[in-house]
């Protein structure tokens, strides 16, 4: 069966939101931003038809978690991401997801702030250092006998 997904290839598969859905998965739910699917194929089956579906497409990252597989879009893609569940034995859960504002405005003010806490701690270390720098170099002066 794996053979016969791989040379039908994504060309012959339906897709959600430009993502490509496996064939033969059974839809749990579908709404207009998320699809999830269940599908009798072993995780590494999956994996493999999704990387081969995917391949050559610029911005994709793969992550292999303990307890799934999580496919990312880092590009202009209408879906975010494609997780792909390593259930016990034949049992497979795919989850597409729809990309939204909110993970793309969230992820841009969580670098917007780091970039000030790093700020805010470099310049309260440099004026901690300066304070302390300014009072050994004013005992220094003040130890010196007056005419050396």
Known sequence: M???????GPSGAEDFLG??????????????????????LRHDEVVRFYK?????????RYREWKEATYIEDDGKKPWHSI????????????????DNWTWIIGTLLLRFVGV???????????AVSGK?????????????????
């Open 2 to 8: 794996l053979l016969w997904l791989l040379l039908s």
């Open 19 to 40: 993502a490509p859905v496996i064939p033969g998965a059974m839809p749990l739910i579908k709404t207009d931003a998320r699809l999830e699917l269940q599908t009798n």
């Open 52 to 60: 081969e579906a995917l391949k050559g497409l610029p911005d994709i």
């Open 83 to 98: 997780t792909i569940s390593k259930g016990a034995g034949s049992q497979t859960t795919v989850i597409i997801v729809k």
């Open 116 to 126: 000030f806490v790093v700020l805010m701690v470099l310049f309260i270390g440099l």
């Open 132 to 148: 302390i720098i300014s009072r050994v170099v004013k005992r220094m002066a003040a130890d010196e006998p007056p005419g050396s």
